[in-house]
């Protein structure tokens, strides 16, 4: 027998897996398995850990849109974010805790990096295929990193920096 819950997770499986078309193999499949994981675990009581999912599903939605663009989605001359800048992404989203990505938003780059904006503070970051940078605008003075290697944990302690978490 069906309950709610199992409808409610096979209905946003397929929201999800709609989304996913045209995306590459390797990415479909890590964001498949990230979203089954995180909807049958997910049994959030209180008003922050609803906030935390919230928060994780706008960003995973918004992820998967951009995942489809298209060449020149801008109407211009846009690419499309690389293979490489969704693949490391779905690898972030896969290893974060959800706290980290409250007040965080992002953004796909005419040249096929994503940005990562926090609402936070004024602070973002650019990620590329091997690697990203980031700044942090406090009290007129902005500051951060240019070209720094990609891992899966230099980015998420980054995205704890200008989420304000460091």
Known sequence: MATAATLNYNSEV?????????????????LVNLLQDSLKS???????????QKSYYDILNKFLTYSNYREKWDGVSAVPLTEKVKANFSDVLNKIDKRYLEGLTIFPEINGTLLIDSTVQEA???????????????????????????????????????????
């Open 14 to 30: 397929g929201m999800y897996w709609n989304l996913l078309k045209g995306v590459s193999s390797t990415v479909k499949s890590a």
């Open 42 to 52: 997910e049994k959030k009581s209180d008003a922050g850990k609803k906030q935390e």
């Open 124 to 166: 973002g970051i650019c990620l590329g295929d091997d690697a990203f940078s980031y700044f942090i605008t406090e009290n007129d003075e902005v500051s951060g990193q240019d070209n720094i290697p990609y891992s899966t944990e230099a980015l998420i302690d980054t995205i704890k920096t200008i989420n304000g978490y460091k």
